[in-house]
């Protein structure tokens, strides 16, 4: 079991768009659409954020979606703000019948 | 309010066992899978097992199969994880999870300490 991967880090400027990308094989995102997306504060608890590749959870902003093509997952985030600034964690369900996370995104806001 | 609260996390030797609790409330636990989930200090989010509403099927990331059991109490709202021959590696805080739709609702995690 390989972690999904997702570049370490990536930055961007407020009000910026930027697309954080999940890529993992035939076995897992590619298998099913039951991608979610994760953010993680320093010091804090894992918030979902996307659920099934592009579902937005109540209370979390639309500016917040979700997609899917092949075995890459992405997700975008428009209108970037500083509170933005979090580690970003993708999560797929695999042909295994087992869940994997990826290596996750450290999102800088310059 | 809908909650989960682990506990259970300790310092123990290389070899040891632990066993971790997750309490659930304000929810129907029993209508919910449920996931452990780790993450080392300073380092990613690692799924380490699932079980299912009813508790009749678990399972485990390859890096903890054999070792752990996951297991639930619906009456008692309750959720464990049995970590035996546990390794340095293993080291990190746990969360307990509600699995639908995503891992929608989190504990606050308790912390694993694994060294001589």
């Known amino acids: 079991q390989s972690a999904l991967t997702q570049p370490a880090s990536v930055s961007g400027s407020p009000g910026q768009s930027i697309t954080l990308s999940c890529t993992g094989t035939?076995?897992?995102?590619?298998?099913?659409?039951?991608v979610s997306w994760y953010q993680q504060h320093p010091g804090k608890v894992p918030k979902l954020m996307i659920y099934?590749?592009?579902y937005r959870p109540s209370g979390v902003s639309d500016r917040f979606s979700g997609s899917k093509s092949g075995n890459t997952a992405s997700l975008t985030i428009s209108g970037l703000q500083a509170e933005d600034e979090a580690d970003y964690y993708c999560?797929?369900?695999?042909?295994?019948?087992?869940?994997?996370f990826g290596g996750g995104t450290k999102l800088t806001v310059l | 309010e809908v909650q989960l609260v682990e506990s259970g996390g300790d310092l123990v030797q290389p070899g040891g066992s632990l066993r971790l609790s997750c309490a659930a409330s304000g929810f129907t636990f029993s209508t919910y899978a449920m996931d452990w989930v780790r993450q080392a200090p300073g380092k990613g989010l690692v799924w380490v097992s699932r079980?299912?509403?009813?508790?009749?099927?678990?399972t485990y990331a390859d890096s903890v199969k054999g070792r752990f059991t996951m297991s639930r109490d619906n009456a008692k709202n309750t959720l464990n994880l049995e970590m035996n021959r546990l390794r340095v590696e293993d080291t990190g805080l746990y969360y307990c999870a509600r699995d639908y739709q995503g891992m929608s609702i989190w504990g606050q995690g308790t912390v694993v300490t694994v060294s001589s």
């Open positions: 079980i299912n509403s009813d508790g009749s099927r678990a």
């Open positions: 999560c797929s369900y695999t042909t295994s019948g087992t869940l994997m």
């Open positions: 035939s076995s897992d995102i590619g298998a099913y659409n039951y």
């Open positions: 099934d590749v592009r």
